[in-house]
């Protein structure tokens, strides 16, 4: 049975007078301010994940401003993963040790925020939502924008249900339902599918830097008992990055001897052959983290790129229908290490706007970037740019402008992440230093295990390499094929079964962490969703 056009496919059509895409904390911030000011404004949010939260994946130490204001009496009945900072740590790591800074920078420090597990505070942000009047649908993959005759954007399509892998029919297969609405607010987080359309068809980004990015991969540990200081939270860099690749990590003490702890790693890297993954697993093996978890089990783990390129970077925020809000706009503050309170700033910001607009998103482009969140932005706008030359200069650029406060008459220059890798063979080949390791997991297989992440195979593949000749002739030649490293998760794989090399996409592995999307040189594979509920389920990531 061949595939109907779309124009012959009947679909169910449902009206709401505003559609969010994605169920973060922008999006959710967005619907219950918006119900706040106005009951009467019907409010529908639409989430890829099977449950909310199940693909949310954040270090994440919060500022609490924002959530204050929103919701004030939060914490008396705070979300189930919710810790109070006490006490910060900033250390400098080598292979062997490593140095403890005498004091944290003044964006690191943590006093009177809290630690959450951003999955779990999403999924109690929901039914408080839902108390308001907000309805929100889980397992609903937007998988394009509606448009009318003049561009402007109208709703969204849910991705069709049921389609087997050569575009055939199943025979459970359902039509995916047209969502209309007076705007759209894309809240998709970082490297947001439908928002990188937009930005392209509207040229949003005309007036701006490409926008920047990191690989964040995470885990939640169960320790034995006694190694846990709830509260603690540990920032390093140094070992096992290079000087010349940005990296660092985190560590964060849980409550219930539990630890979360993760590694960041910059896509602006030059290395075709660094591994984010093994970074992490190396990192894991340092003598002053290493003993922190051995004997321990790892509970969940997930990875996850994050937006970087700060206020340079953003693009214009409205369009005819929609607006963008959250990561999507690419609103987290790096030196903080943080994006929450800005998602929830803008979501509610937005909220506001629309509201007192009769629901026209002109000017809010304008009301974001006069906010106290561009405010933020600007101020830090060149410490990341700055690492870009290397460890100790960023660290010096990074003084400058906290001492300054941002007041710097430059702003330095944001270059896209697929252009920064250097060919095989006109790399300096940097002295790895690395240790044999023992923690679990023993490679990244075992890893997507942690991420309970589910795909039904007979389904069309959701990572689309356009022409994949590229990948065993020219990319083979110049960069060694950096995608069968960058994926955290094993997706990409160069065969030969005899009849020549070719690429293997495994696409049930995916975690859909936006990395191939993002770092390919080529700018060829393009991330789109697969059907809805699909992917990993995190807990408490």
Request: with cysteine; aromatic share 8%; net charge negative.
């Amino acid at each position: 049975m061949n595939t109907p056009s779309d124009a012959d496919t009947p679909r169910d059509v449902m009206e709401y007078d505003v559609v969010t895409v994605g169920a973060g904390p922008a999006g959710l911030a967005f619907a219950i301010r918006l119900k706040q000011l106005d009951p009467a404004i019907s409010v529908c949010v639409i989430e890829k994940s099977s449950t909310i939260g199940a693909h949310i994946l954040s270090g994440a130490v919060i500022e609490t401003g924002p959530l204050d204001a929103l919701l004030p009496g939060w914490r008396d009945n705070p979300p189930p993963v919710c810790v109070p900072a006490t006490e910060d740590e900033f250390w400098y790591f080598t292979r062997d040790g490593g140095r403890k800074f005498p004091m944290v920078p003044p964006g690191m420090r943590n006093h009177g925020n809290v630690i959450v597990s951003l999955g779990a505070m999403c999924a109690w942000l929901a039914p408080q939502a839902e108390a308001l009047g907000v309805e929100i649908y889980p397992g609903f993959a937007a998988a394009e924008t509606l448009h009318d005759e003049a561009g402007k954007v109208i709703g969204v399509r849910i991705g069709d249900m049921g389609v087997a892998k050569d575009g055939t029919h199943k025979p459970g297969y359902t039509a995916g339902i047209d969502i209309h609405a007076r705007v759209t607010v894309l809240a998709e987080g970082a490297r947001g599918h439908l928002t990188k359309r937009l930005v392209k068809r509207f040229a949003l980004d005309k007036d701006s830097d490409p926008q920047a990015y990191s690989i964040g991969i995470k885990e939640l540990w169960q320790v034995p008992e006694g190694r846990v200081s709830p509260g603690k939270i540990v920032h390093t860099l140094g070992w096992p990055a290079d000087s010349k690749t940005y990296g660092g990590s985190f560590l964060y003490h849980l409550d219930n001897n539990q630890v979360a702890l993760g590694y960041v790693s910059g896509l602006d890297y030059a290395d075709p052959h660094y591994r984010p993954w093994e970074a992490f697993q190396q990192w894991k093996n340092h003598p002053l983290i290493k003993p922190i978890l051995d004997g321990g089990s790892i509970l969940s783990a997930g990875a996850r790129a994050i937006v970087t390129g700060g206020w340079q970077s953003l693009p214009k925020v409205e369009m005819p229908g929609a607006l963008l809000i959250g990561d999507t706009a690419g609103l987290l503050n790096v030196p903080k290490i943080k994006g929450t309170h800005q998602a929830i700033r803008s979501g509610v910001l937005a909220a506001e706007h629309l509201a007192a607009g009769a629901l026209a998103p002109e000017g809010f482009d304008a009301k974001l970037r006069a906010s106290d969140a561009m405010k933020e932005l600007r101020a830090v706008r060149n410490i990341k740019p700055g690492f870009k030359k290397g460890l100790w200069f960023g660290l010096l650029n990074g003084g400058w402008e906290t001492i300054t406060g941002g007041l710097s008459p430059w702003t330095l220059k944001v270059n896209a992440d697929w252009s920064s890798l250097d060919k095989v063979g006109e790399h300096e080949q940097p002295k790895r230093d690395y240790v044999e390791r023992s923690l679990a997991p023993r490679d990244r297989l075992q890893g997507v295990y942690y991420a309970a992440t589910e795909h039904d195979e007979d389904q069309p593949v959701h990572l689309r390499v356009m022409d994949t000749s590229i990948c065993v002739t020219t990319c083979a030649v110049e960069y060694d094929n950096p995608c069968t490293r960058f994926c955290p998760a094993g997706v990409y794989e160069i065969v030969d079964d005899g009849d020549g090399k070719r690429l293997q996409i495994n696409a049930a592995n995916c975690v859909h962490c936006k990395t191939c999307d993002i770092k390919d040189p080529y700018e060829i594979i393009e991330w789109v969703t697969p059907e809805g509920g699909a992917g990993p389920n995190y807990q408490n990531l």
